[in-house]
């Protein structure tokens, strides 16, 4: 996106003179949404940001938080969707390397990779070539730096069919000690190390920050190509030099290249820098423009004292990795930029890297009525089987294994809970203790489309809820807000709503949203946003990770009970629209006073012991989530209906189907039943004992008397294991 | 009908010129330069593809192994340059 001439007016008034082209190519990459967040800066002061976790909040590369005494979590979530968009191969590659490089930044060493996607309708021709190159990209890099992908997400939906969105986080520990907390001060050398600067990737953020062109052919420039054996490089540099107390700052160069990087360590520190370009090492010739703004992948910048130059030589010559000392720091404010002793920009840094922010006209379209239509008159009743065999077959539901086995999961072994078993990944931290976290990521684009706010507090609520069923606390999360056009009204207002929304309900929760990202300009060529979708991904604190709670059924006899009450919430659900293609209503309200007290429940159940598996209910509601559970476990269940807890239901589906949240399904050791119970009432915890787990490899929904769906295990699983496979590979 | 014979078609994708090459990036400077070979002044890497076309003359066989290449997405435009040609 070029510079308003609003914004030139600015610039000529900050330099007090005519700014050079190098001057307005580096403030046309600042200054672009992707990295100054100029629109979104003003309401991202809603979210609360502290807690007594909270090492580093929002502001740098990425946060920190305490997890334990001794243990330091950094974690992070970035989006690639322009990139992918373009080149999903790559563009999802190298989404995997920028956040990587992120956690890089603190010293931290990174363990964990999480990618949340949502992408087209697998059976349109460009999607379904999206999505194949998204997960490949991911999952080659992912495995080439030997760094697990553990958990995710994933959607599948039309309205992402040009547009999808790749969102991905990275979890690194670090011990408290090791942590790169310390400033750079002035006279600091200026190091960049990685891959030679080229030509790839130039201006990328200010192609980020601007709709898809119908012929994209023209933003050649703009693609960046992953290289994950130099990015393993940096990351083992990276442990090196902090082990060894070399560095004294480390920042990754993504969006916005070596200006922004430069700028932003810069005014941090109430610094300036003097640069000189020819010094640094590049790939082919480059003009000053070009070296100032090129996104060439796998870069960082390092800061070291003079002093400790001969180590950090001594250390990247012998893993042969690049590096230029450029330049160096000072304390005026200014950063100077020469090419072969001529200066070609002289900016203040404080007014490069932080933009004048705008508050956005924020208006509701007339759309936003779809999500308060209550339903007052819902269509009859379908054939209960059939439904469920449509809700399992759904892309959104099914197993993700296609996926996931492309990914390896367990490389490190510290996976403790593998994917699809859980509902969250569990991580110990290999120090010879049972400790270890809890990671997991979560969004529902129907919901944030449909009410924004409520939807991106529903994601908190789901995150948090997939959190604890693991048998973990919740600690903090990070937000990635995907929204449309910020300069047209009505694409804003979703952004401020599902801001507002996360911020609420973190709050509520007490989980403070440590940081995040914001990707706007996701809206095709006709103009059309994507579906508004809010992202998060959270951490918990697992004290000991041979007590995690999985969640498929264990044992027959043992007794299965719904946890939480269930209303008549089916707006917005996968039910209405897989079985009746209907994407409206109130979606399920968040509940977080409820959210709270059944989270302690759940916790207490597992630490007490009481319980054999946990799960949280979801997309499709209870009949799904305990259809997940017996595939997990390959045993039976009979529930009966009528033994749900319910308000103000009047149908069946409203039961079984509905999105409720704040409820969990809970696999009852047959010994407690009793305890369990006397626990619900003392906490104060609505319970339903709804059925058993079968000997049987039957899946059994009666109402009463009546038996309503009877469905042979072994061909749901059948189904669940195999459909999304066969939607890829063209074979439904 | 005229008769058609079996014609071999090669494709080579690479990355276009202007983009990066890791690949053959990493073969020049962690094996070739290594070994001493310094003048080999750059590497590039690709993929090669051999069909064999049933077809009714080289042209139509080119032509529809194009038509493939594009349609299903065997090479990204947008990065690649792609290089069809009858196998000599």
């Known amino acids: 996106m070029p510079l308003t001439s609003e914004e030139v007016k600015e610039i000529r008034k900050i330099l007090g003179r005519e700014p050079t082209t190098e001057e307005l190519a580096m403030f046309e990459a600042q200054w672009s949404e992707h990295c100054s967040y100029k629109s979104s800066k003003l309401l991202l002061k809603f979210l609360p940001t502290k807690g007594k976790h909270v090492i580093i909040g929002p502001g740098r590369d990425a946060p920190a938080v305490k997890v334990f005494k001794d243990w330091i979590v950094v974690f992070k979530i970035e989006s690639h969707n322009h990139p992918s968009a373009v080149d999903p191969y790559n563009g999802a590659a190298t989404g995997i390397g920028g956040i ?172 300036g820098a003097v640069i000189n370009l020819e010094k640094l090492h590049t790939r082919q010739h480059l003009t000053p423009l070009e070296i100032l703004v090129s996104e060439s992948q796998e870069r960082m910048l390092i800061v070291v004292d003079e002093s400790k130059l001969e180590l950090v030589d001594e250390v990247l010559s012998k893993l042969d990795v690049q590096y230029s000392v450029i330049g160096y720091f000072t304390n005026d404010g200014l950063i100077k930029i020469f090419y072969n002793g001529a200066k070609v920009a002289e900016v ?56 996931y086995e492309q990914y390896d999961h367990e490389v490190g072994v510290r996976t403790v809970v593998k994917p699809g078993f859980g509902d969250a990944a569990v991580l110990r931290f290999l120090d010879n203790s049972l400790r270890g976290i809890a990671v997991k990521g979560d969004a529902n684009p129907r919901y944030t489309a449909l009410d924004p706010f409520n939807g991106a507090a529903n994601a908190v609520g789901e995150c948090f809820r997939n959190l604890v069923a693991v048998g973990s606390k919740p600690i903090a999360i990070v937000d990635e807000l995907n929204a449309g056009n910020p300069e047209k009204p009505d694409h804003f207002w979703y952004f401020e709503m599902m801001l507002k929304g996360v911020a609420w309900m973190a709050e509520e929760l007490r989980v403070p949203v440590v940081g995040g990202k914001v990707s706007f300009y996701n809206e095709d060529h006709m103009g059309r946003q994507i579906k508004p979708t809010t992202t998060i991904v959270g951490v918990g604190r697992v004290e000991d990770v041979s007590r995690v709670m999985t969640m498929e059924f264990k044992e027959h006899s043992s007794l299965v009970a719904i946890v939480g009450v269930t209303y008549p919430e089916l707006g917005g659900s996968e039910y209405l629209y897989r079985v009746f293609g209907l994407e409206e209503g109130e979606i399920p309200k968040p509940r977080p006073a409820s959210e709270l007290r059944n989270a302690k429940f759940i916790r207490r159940v597992i630490r007490l012991g009481y319980a054999k598996a946990v799960h949280d209910i979801s997309l499709g509601g209870l009949a799904i989530a305990l259809i997940e559970m017996a595939v997990a476990g390959r045993i039976g269940v009979e529930v009966d209906i009528s033994k749900v807890y319910t308000r103000g239901v009047q149908r069946l589906d409203e039961v079984i189907f509905s999105e409720t949240q704040a409820r969990y399904v809970v696999e009852i050791d047959s010994r407690y039943v009793d305890d369990f119970k006397h626990l619900a009432e003392r906490m104060g915890v609505n319970i339903s004992i709804i059925g058993r787990v079968a000997d049987s490899n039957q899946i059994v929904f009666s109402f009463g008397p009546n038996n309503l769906v009877n469905l042979d295990l072994f061909t749901v699983v059948d189904i669940y294991n195999s459909i999304l496979e066969k939607e890829v590979e063209g074979e439904v | 009908m005229s008769e058609t014979s079996l014609h071999f078609v090669e494709v080579v994708i690479t990355n276009k010129k202007g983009v990066k090459d890791p690949e053959g990036d990493t073969i020049h400077k962690h094996l070739i330069l290594r070994k001493g070979y310094a003048e080999v002044l750059g590497v590039r890497t690709g993929k090669y593809i051999l069909f064999s076309v049933n077809a009714r003359s080289a042209e139509e066989a080119v032509k529809k192994v194009k038509e493939i290449c594009e349609k299903l997405r065997i090479y990204n435009p947008i990065i690649h340059d792609i290089e069809v040609r009858i196998s000599a």
């Open chain 1, 100 to 271: 990587v490089r992120d956690i890089l930044s603190l010293g931290a060493k990174p363990v964990a990779l999480l990618d949340m996607l949502y992408m087209g309708n697998t059976r349109n021709p460009h999607a379904n070539w999206l999505i194949r190159g998204i997960v490949k990209g991911i999952s080659d890099y992912g495995n080439r730096i030997g760094i697990p992908t553990v958990a995710g997400d994933t959607w599948f939906d039309e309205v992402f069919n040009v547009q999808p969105l790749v969102n991905v986080a990275c979890v690194g520990i670090a011990k408290s000690n090791d942590i790169i907390l310390s400033s750079p001060q002035p006279g600091d050398l200026i190091i960049l190390m990685g891959n030679a600067t080229g030509r790839d990737g130039l201006l990328g953020s200010s192609f980020a920050s601007k709709p898809l062109s119908e012929d994209v052919d023209k933003d050649i420039g703009a693609v960046q190509v992953g290289d994950p054996l130099t990015e393993k490089l940096l990351i083992d540099a990276i442990q090196i030099l902090v082990a060894k107390k070399a560095v004294r700052y480390i920042k990754d160069l993504g969006g916005g290249g070596l200006t922004t990087a430069l700028c932003e360590t810069a005014a941090d520190h109430g610094l």
């Open chain 1, 348 to 403: 203040p840094s404080k007014e490069l890297a932080k933009p004048r922010p705008i508050r956005r006209a924020s208006i509701p379209p007339l759309e936003a009525l779809k999500g308060l239509k209550p339903f007052y008159q819902l269509p009859p009743e379908p054939d209960y089987r059939e439904a469920i065999i449509k809700l399992i077959s759904s892309p959104n539901i099914a197993s993700k294994r296609w996926i």
